[in-house]
């Protein structure tokens, strides 16, 4: 505790502490810097405890980066969600490039890619999803697994499906 006051009277330039007989009395400048700390404090907790998110309430924009395929996935449900939730939040929709996590380390607090990502973000799995191949009877594939050149060569087809997840 002594080495801590010593390096604030050194700080402030000033004792801040004086003997009186059997306790100590703050200097004036001992006064003043506490006056400062006791408005300062309960700011200071409160930025370092975080801020209560409340949707409703919040004017926040919320930047996102996801491929086309997962936009098309995720932004209907999720934008029927922020809207219930939160009329006044702002998404803002980037498309995933080569430099998107680099960008979600600076200004987005969310994306979504098949990148490997770095180990700084954490990963969190937003839905899965199976992909299954139906061929037509006038394909002749002539077998149930086909080589990646295969599957490109033949035309394709594309319907999602998705089932809307119950809120906890």
């Known amino acids: 505790?002594?080495?801590?006051?010593?390096?604030?009277?050194?700080?402030?330039?000033?004792?801040?502490?004086?003997?009186?007989?059997?306790?100590?009395?703050?200097?004036?400048?001992?006064?003043r810097v506490l006056r400062e700390l006791e408005s300062l404090m309960p700011r200071l907790e409160a930025m370092v405890r975080g801020e209560s998110f409340e949707p409703e309430g919040s004017h926040e924009r919320f930047r996102v980066a996801m491929t086309d395929h997962a936009a098309a996935m995720?932004?209907?449900?999720?934008?029927?969600?922020?809207?219930?939730?939160?009329?006044?939040?702002?998404?803002?929709?980037?498309?995933?490039?080569?430099?998107?996590?680099?960008?979600?380390?600076?200004?987005?607090?969310?994306?979504?890619?098949?990148?490997?990502?770095?180990?700084?973000?954490?990963?969190?799995?937003?839905y899965e999803e199976d992909f299954v191949c139906l061929v037509g009877s006038a394909q002749r594939v002539g077998t149930r697994r086909f080589t990646l050149k295969q599957y490109l060569g033949l035309p394709h087809a594309l319907v999602e499906t998705w089932e809307r997840q119950q809120t906890p």
């Open 74 to 126: 995720l932004m209907p449900p999720l934008l029927r969600r922020v809207r219930a939730a939160a009329t006044n939040v702002k998404l803002e929709v980037s498309m995933c490039t080569a430099t998107s996590y680099e960008d979600v380390t600076r200004k987005t607090r969310y994306g979504r890619s098949a990148r490997r990502r770095p180990p700084s973000l954490r990963p969190k799995c937003c």
């Open 1 to 31: 505790m002594s080495r801590a006051l010593e390096r604030l009277r050194e700080m402030f330039g000033d004792v801040l502490l004086v003997r009186s007989g059997r306790a100590y009395e703050r200097t004036v400048r001992g006064e």
